[in-house]
């Protein structure tokens, strides 16, 4: 049974930082890997989306790796200001079945 | 396009009453996924549908949970009755193959 694990569950750094969340599955046979962002009370925000086949994607200041064998992926946020500050929240899904299955998050803070 | 719309915003109903969810998703999506999300449990997967057909419904709690997609622009989510512990915020998302999904606004439910 796949399981999505986020470290650290909250994080706050001051603004301009560069930052590292992290995402571990346990299951490597994943069909893609997506990234999103969740505002307080708000629906979920598409950020980057990694296929199987790639091993990155960069969206502006954000950079996501995705390093199967080792089932691990990491977003990167460049510069970090104090609109990044939200929850940002990590999802799979494995091979065969389009059911995503999501971390619990990591609930970010940037400090003006 | 507009997004993926979800109506109501916000309902509060007493238990042991119907309850409806209703969702438009993307114009041209051929997936549409049913989520709940709770502080304790996080975001789950109830339901997923691939061109109007209920693909993979493991996630329904029970069967007081239905759902239906009887056109490709419109889905329904039904809780009868209901019970003060269904009340979570049920997010709908849409997605083209199964690629990046692109979720709503969320319906927040509070079952007295």
């Known amino acids: 049974k796949q399981e999505v694990t986020q470290i650290p569950a909250a994080l706050s750094v001051p603004e301009g930082e560069n930052l590292v969340l992290n995402c571990s599955f346990t299951?490597?046979?994943?069909?893609?890997l997506q990234w999103f962002r969740q505002d307080p009370g708000k629906g979920l925000t598409s950020l980057l989306l990694?296929?199987?086949?790639?091993r990155e994607q960069t969206s502006g200041r954000l950079n996501a790796s995705l390093d199967k064998s080792s089932g691990r992926s990491t977003l990167y946020i460049a510069a970090s200001q104090p609109g990044d500050s939200a929850t940002y929240l990590c999802?799979?899904?494995?091979?065969?079945?389009?059911?995503?299955?999501f971390g619990t998050g990591t609930r970010l803070k940037v400090l003006a | 396009d507009a997004g993926v719309i979800q109506s109501p915003r916000h309902e509060v109903t007493e238990m042991g009453q119907e309850v409806t969810l209703r969702c438009k998703p993307i114009?041209?999506?051929?997936?549409l996924f049913w989520y709940r999300q709770t502080m304790m449990r996080g975001l789950e997967l109830l339901i997923y549908?691939?061109?109007?057909?209920?693909?993979?419904d493991s996630g329904m709690p029970e069967d007081r949970f239905s759902a239906k997609m009887p056109n490709a622009s419109f889905s329904t989510l039904k809780i009868q009755p209901s019970e003060p512990r269904d009340s979570a915020v049920y997010f709908c998302?849409?997605?083209?193959?199964?690629?990046?999904?692109?979720f709503g606004p969320g319906t927040r439910l509070t079952v007295t």
């Open positions: 999802a799979v899904t494995t091979s065969g079945t389009y059911k995503y299955i």
């Open positions: 114009s041209g999506h051929d997936y």
């Open positions: 998302a849409s997605s083209l193959r199964a690629h990046e999904q692109y």
């Open positions: 549908f691939n061109n109007n057909v209920p693909i993979d």
């Open positions: 299951d490597s046979a994943i069909y893609n």
């Open positions: 990694i296929q199987s086949s790639q």
